[in-house]
């Protein structure tokens, strides 16, 4: 699996999107981005995946670079309940899904 | 509502003693995960299965054990084996082990060894 560098921490304005960086400046053509968040105390939530293409559902946007190099996961308009650890997972689509989540990116929406 | 039950909650044990997380599913997934959290850290995986009455090692097997005989459920047994069990336990499926699929979480159970 490529390896992603998230930032350990960042805050956010209550009703501002949230930019959310990760690097993966080695992922090799067939491997896949995955977005999830763990709000604490609890298990893991899916947001969102991707290969290179901008995709968007109605949590939120992911935008690839065209290299394919880095990633930002967008929440459009943040709330207190998008507090939560984020984790940027890189993993290639039939290796299987045992996916390893790192450190992530604790955000911090303030009112 | 389809999901993951994890029991129970929390849970305290003695040093020594085994102990046995539930995990039970009604998704219909093929396959389940375990997965392990320490205080401030990832999730590193303990064990999967991809089907009934199979199982393979993740990262961090020493010390637990696992049986999957029914389809729904995947229990984690804790063995004394395990050096340092104080730690948030998790329980994940999805639909399959290949391919690009979303794994669905369990609210995980707290164990503290006393």
């Known amino acids: 699996d490529a390896k992603t560098t998230q930032p350990p921490s960042m805050d956010c304005a209550e009703g501002r999107a949230a930019n959310l960086p990760c690097n993966h400046s080695?992922?090799?053509?067939?491997?896949?981005v995955y977005w999830y968040r763990q709000i604490h105390s609890q298990g893991p939530q899916y947001i969102i995946h991707?290969?290179?293409n901008n995709e968007t559902n109605e949590m939120a946007s992911l935008i690839i670079t065209e290299d394919r190099k880095s990633s930002t996961l967008i929440l459009p308009h943040a709330t207190l309940r998008d507090t939560a650890v984020y984790y940027c997972?890189?993993?290639?689509?039939?290796?299987?899904?045992?996916?390893?989540f790192g450190g992530g990116t604790r955000l911090m929406v303030k009112p | 509502d389809g999901g993951i039950t994890q029991s129970p909650k929390y849970l305290f044990r003695k040093e020594g003693q085994n102990v046995t997380l539930s995990c039970e599913q009604n998704?219909?997934?093929?396959?389940m995960y375990w997965y392990r959290q320490d205080p401030g850290q990832g999730l590193r995986l303990i064990y999967y299965?991809?089907?009934?009455?199979?199982?393979q090692k993740g990262d961090i097997a020493e010390g637990y054990s696992v049986s999957r005989e029914k389809k729904e459920s995947f229990p984690l047994t804790v063995t004394s084996a395990q050096k340092n069990p104080t730690a948030f336990y998790l329980c994940?499926?999805?639909?399959?082990?290949?391919?690009?699929?979303?794994?669905?979480f369990g609210a995980g159970s707290r164990l503290t060894v006393l």
């Open positions: 994940a499926s999805s639909i399959s082990a290949s391919g690009a699929n979303v794994l669905t």
């Open positions: 080695t992922i090799s053509g067939n491997e896949y």
């Open positions: 991707g290969l290179k």
């Open positions: 997972i890189v993993r290639e689509r039939n290796a299987g899904n045992m996916l390893t």
């Open positions: 998704l219909n997934h093929d396959a």
């Open positions: 299965s991809q089907i009934v009455n199979d199982f």
